[in-house]
């Protein structure tokens, strides 16, 4: 399922990136605390009525799980007894039982499984979890952090799992197929693995831009590394950006769309409370060189995830919502113009 709206966006001169830096964009909702530890978001676009999306967020604990909440920013369902859930994604139409179904995928650190669960019920469509890295015996190596679907031109539905520490040379990310078991319940098969890893910290933030097939991630304290979602492309890295201007670790990374392939890229700065924001297509005839183009600071507190949609979801949101995760046990929901500023207008 793909969603656009089309908005006319350009650039001013660089000292308005400056000056805009300095300011703090507030959001226009908190959301309902959780128990423990809020650390990633996902947003679902309810395909019958936008304004009632729901937003998808961990708990990262022992004792963690899933809260759903409404646009409002109140949680209307719960996931409990999940075992240190990370990062959540979403994609649209796996085909399950031989119906359309909407999925969330969390990864379940503590167990080394995913999680699957069908939207908007959010019901368990795993049989109780996916092993994942499986033969990897290396301390840390099964220990489950980032997760981002890609949903492929021909339909296949991907799971670019991350770990917490891993192989430095070129395994990191594993890439699932998921599919029906037969039994109208999720499958995984892997497909390969790779990724270049620093060793310095570790890789929790994924994003995969569906329609350019790109996959990005955050080598906390590095930059941001950029490969081909589609496996027959093959496992050279395209990028590494983001390399400098950071406080600390980066962390969230997500998508915003002005166009089938246009728009930005937004990256937690998670030290400075800020996001910085790249060019979705890169420069001219250069793809994969991805310039800084603004710095936002957000009310929002040491953020690791975030989630961005150009949709309009309801009065509140006519141009899309950005949503970030805060210290507090809270998710911040930003207006997109609020973000973009005068800058990216």
């Known amino acids: 399922m793909k969603f656009y709206l089309v908005i006319t966006l350009s ?12 300011q703090v964009v507030k959001p226009v909702i908190i959301t309902d605390t959780v128990r423990h530890d809020t650390d990633d978001p996902a947003i679902w676009i309810n ?23 409404d ?13 240190r859930p990370n990062n959540v994604d979403i994609a649209y139409g796996l085909k399950l039982a031989g119906k359309p179904t909407d999925i969330a995928v969390t990864t379940e650190r503590f167990t080394h499984k995913l999680r699957i669960f069908s939207l908007p019920d959010m019901q368990p469509v795993d049989k109780g979890g996916l092993d994942m890295f499986v033969g990897d015996t ?13 949903k492929a031109p021909s339909g296949i539905v991907y799971a670019m799992v991350g770990r917490k520490t891993g192989p430095t040379t070129g395994s990191y990310i594993g890439q699932y197929k998921l599919e029906d078991d037969g039994s109208g319940h999720v499958k995984a098969t892997l497909i390969r693995k790779f990724g270049t890893y620093s060793g310095k910290k570790e890789i ?28 027959e492309r093959g496992n050279n890295e395209l990028a590494l950006f983001a390399k400098t201007g950071f406080a600390e670790d980066h962390e969230g990374i997500s998508i915003y769309k002005t166009g089938p ?3 930005y890229l937004l ?34 507190q040491v953020s690791d995830g975030s989630d961005v949609t ?30 973009a500023g005068k800058d990216l207008k």
């Open 11 to 22: 650039l001013v001169a660089c000292q308005s990136t400056q000056s805009t830096a300095q």
């Open 138 to 150: 290396a301390s840390g190596f099964r220990d489950l952090m980032g997760i981002a679907l890609y």
């Open 71 to 83: 646009l409002n920013g109140k949680i209307v369902k719960e996931v409990h007894d999940l075992k």
């Open 47 to 69: 395909p019958s009525d936008h304004a009632k999306s729901l937003i998808i967020g961990t708990d990262k604990d022992q004792d963690g799980g899933l809260y759903v909440f």
């Open 261 to 263: 392939k246009t728009g």
């Open 267 to 300: 990256v937690s700065d998670q030290g400075a409370n800020q996001f910085h924001i790249f060019r979705r297509e890169g420069e001219p005839g250069r793809p994969n060189e991805h310039k800084l183009l603004k710095v936002v600071k957000v009310a929002a």
């Open 204 to 231: 929790e933030s994924i994003a995969v831009d569906n329609e350019l097939g790109y996959v990005y991630y955050s080598d906390e304290g590095v930059g941001v590394r950029k490969y081909y979602a589609d496996p």
């Open 310 to 339: 150009n949709i309009a979801l309801g009065k509140q949101f006519p141009h899309g919502l950005f949503v970030a995760m805060s210290e507090g046990k809270t998710f911040h929901y930003y207006r997109w113009e609020d973000i």
